[in-house]
C-alpha cells in the first residue's frame, strides 16, 4: 500500500485503515480501532446498524445518493408503514406491498431488482 511516493490510492479507503489500524488487547482477543466513519451505506441502513452496533457514535459520510434505476421508479429509500394483521412472522399486507413495487419496477422494464426488503420480524 506504500509506495515510494507515500500511500497509494484507494478508493474504498481500507488500505489507509489498515495502515493506521492501532490494535490493543481485550482478554485474548486483538481489537483494533472501532469504524467511526462509514461511507458505504445510506440510510435507513447506516441508522439501523448505527444505532445497534456503534451507539450512535459513527459518521456517516457517504456522497449525496444518486437514484439508480430502481431509486428512480420506486423514490427514496425509505420505511414504509405497512398496516396488516397476521399470526405469524408473515404479514399479507407487507407481502403484498413488496409485489405492488415489483409491479413498478417491472412496468418500468426493470428485470430482477435487487431490492433486499427489511422487516422487524415481529408479528403484527
Known amino acids: 500500500m506504500v ?11 481500507s488500505g489507509i485503515a489498515i495502515q493506521i489500524n492501532v490494535c490493543n488487547r481485550q482478554g485474548d482477543r486483538e481489537v483494533g480501532l472501532p469504524l467511526l466513519v462509514h461511507s458505504r451505506c445510506q440510510d435507513p441502513m447506516f441508522y439501523v446498524s448505527n444505532a445497534i452496533a456503534y451507539v450512535g457514535q459513527m459518521v456517516h459520510a457517504v456522497a449525496p445518493a444518486r437514484p439508480g434505476p430502481i431509486g428512480a421508479v420506486l423514490g427514496k429509500s425509505r420505511w414504509l408503514n405497512v398496516l396488516g394483521a397476521a399470526e405469524t412472522k408473515w404479514c399479507p399486507a407487507e407481502g403484498d406491498a413488496v409485489i405492488e413495487m415489483l409491479a413498478q419496477l417491472s412496468s418500468a422494464g426493470i428485470e430482477d431488482p435487487e431490492l433486499p426488503p427489511i422487516s422487524t420480524g415481529q408479528s403484527a
Open 3 to 13: 509506495g515510494t511516493g507515500g500511500i497509494d490510492p484507494d478508493p474504498c479507503g
